[in-house]
């Protein structure tokens, strides 16, 4: 490929990497606290949903960005009423919330748009439009660093840049602030963190709103910037692919961004190789190349799960001994 085509699939990963980045660092805090959080797909479901649908009625992205935040909230907070307050089991009521969303959605689409279960489509202020940044129709003539700055770092979403932003900001809020520490430990031994007189369940419950709040953005992120409204089962598995990135990132915040655009990476990459032809084998099939980041979700699950050190205290409900 020139250069050219490079740019492109570079300012495709990108694109495509910010919703993983978003819901892999919600899982970060949550599971960080020892909350374990296989329900981002449903988070991220239900805020694309409620973002789109008040976007649509009342034709503002910030609104809907408002709204989505508020929804996957709600489900993060539900999550943490069954784990935390009612010990309850946390993969269990993870997947609980995630049949929730796919039907939800799908309910609640139908009832109010009569559209299959889609929102009407998205424009104008309706939709994150993407920001130019200064001096990029300046320098795209400039070989290389021009277009890189032009089209891969400018013309890119208000969420995108925040996505990004988030990455330091994590590293900071858990390891250089009292409040990062006592998560971290939090999820390592409860008890400790119970005999200094913090109290485990709003160190947890924290976390868990933190979660919330993060894939309400990634879920917004999907129908009200990347596309043009909300479409059935939109998510298409983003949230267990930033699990896997999570995992595979050993729950650090640096790696995860990484790993979440290498599957963003292999994404746009798929998009550009259908049709490609390889000697002695033919034609790729479309459908194999589509599947490129699910089977590397599997291949990574099965090589890094057990090298990678989750938290200790992870999924294990937390009883104050008296």
Same mark, same amino acid.
């Given at each position: 490929?020139?250069?050219?085509?490079?740019?492109?699939?570079?300012?495709?990963?990108?694109?495509?990497?910010?919703?993983?980045?978003?819901?892999?660092?919600?899982?970060?805090?949550?599971?960080?606290?020892?909350?374990?959080?296989?329900?981002?797909?449903?988070?991220?479901?239900?805020?694309?949903?409620?973002?789109?649908?008040?976007?649509?009625?009342?034709?503002?992205?910030?609104?809907?960005?408002?709204?989505?935040?508020?929804?996957?909230?709600?489900?993060?907070?539900?999550?943490?009423?069954?784990?935390?307050?009612?010990?309850?089991?946390?993969?269990?009521?993870?997947?609980?919330?995630?049949?929730?969303?796919?039907?939800?959605?799908?309910?609640?689409?139908?009832?109010?748009?009569?559209?299959?279960?889609?929102?009407?489509?998205?424009?104008?202020?309706?939709?994150?439009?993407?920001?130019?940044?200064?001096?990029?129709?300046?320098?795209?003539?400039?070989?290389?660093?021009?277009?890189?700055?032009?089209?891969?770092?400018?013309?890119?979403?208000?969420?995108?840049?925040?996505?990004?932003?988030?990455?330091?900001?994590?590293?900071?809020?858990?390891?250089?602030?009292?409040?990062?520490?006592?998560?971290?430990?939090?999820?390592?031994?409860?008890?400790?963190?119970? @005999?200094?007189?913090?109290?485990?369940?709003?160190?947890?419950?924290?976390?868990?709103?933190?979660?919330?709040?993060?894939?309400?953005?990634?879920?917004?992120?999907?129908?009200?910037?990347?596309?043009?409204?909300?479409?059935?089962?939109? @998510?298409?598995?983003?949230?267990?692919?930033?699990?896997?990135?999570?995992?595979?990132?050993?729950?650090?915040?640096?790696?995860?961004?990484?790993?979440?655009?290498?599957?963003?990476?292999?994404?746009?990459?798929?998009?550009?190789?259908?049709?490609?032809?390889?000697?002695?084998?033919?034609?790729?099939?479309?459908?194999?190349?589509?599947?490129?980041?699910?089977?590397? @979700?599997?291949?990574?699950?099965?090589?890094?799960?057990?090298?990678?050190?989750?938290?200790?205290?992870?999924?294990?409900?937390?009883?104050?001994?008296?």
């Amino acid at each position: 490929m020139d250069l050219g085509a490079w740019i492109n699939v570079l300012d495709s990963t990108i694109r495509l990497s910010t919703p993983l980045l978003f819901a892999a660092l919600a899982g970060l805090y949550s599971e960080r606290a020892g909350i374990f959080d296989i329900s981002l797909e449903g988070k991220m479901l239900i805020a694309a949903f409620a973002s789109a649908a008040a976007a649509a009625v009342w034709g503002s992205a910030l609104l809907g960005l408002l709204v989505g935040v508020l929804a996957a909230t709600a489900f993060s907070l539900v999550h943490g009423l069954a784990s935390i307050t009612y010990r309850g089991n946390q993969i269990v009521s993870g997947v609980a919330l995630n049949f929730i969303a796919a039907g939800l959605t799908i309910i609640l689409g139908q009832a109010w748009f009569a559209q299959g279960g889609r929102t009407p489509s998205l424009t104008g202020d309706g939709r994150f439009a993407s920001i130019t940044l200064p001096g990029a129709e300046a320098i795209a003539d400039v070989p290389v660093i021009g277009p890189i700055y032009a089209v891969i770092v400018s013309g890119q979403t208000l969420l995108v840049y925040v996505a990004f932003l988030m990455v330091p900001v994590t590293w900071w809020v858990l390891f250089r602030t009292r409040f990062g520490l006592r998560l971290r430990a939090v999820g390592e031994n409860p008890a400790a963190v119970d @005999t200094a007189g913090i109290s485990v369940t709003w160190l947890r419950y924290r976390a868990v709103i933190i979660c919330g709040i993060l894939t309400g953005f990634a879920g917004t992120y999907l129908s009200v910037a990347q596309a043009a409204g909300f479409t059935r089962d939109m @998510t298409a598995g983003k949230g267990y692919i930033a699990l896997a990135a999570l995992i595979f990132a050993n729950w650090k915040p640096m790696p995860v961004m990484f790993a979440c655009l290498l599957f963003g990476f292999l994404d746009a990459s798929s998009i550009r190789i259908q049709g490609f032809s390889l000697p002695l084998i033919g034609e790729i099939p479309a459908q194999f190349v589509q599947a490129l980041p699910y089977i590397l @979700t599997v291949v990574l699950l099965a090589g890094f799960v057990g090298k990678a050190t989750p938290p200790k205290a992870g999924g294990i409900p937390y009883v104050k001994e008296r």
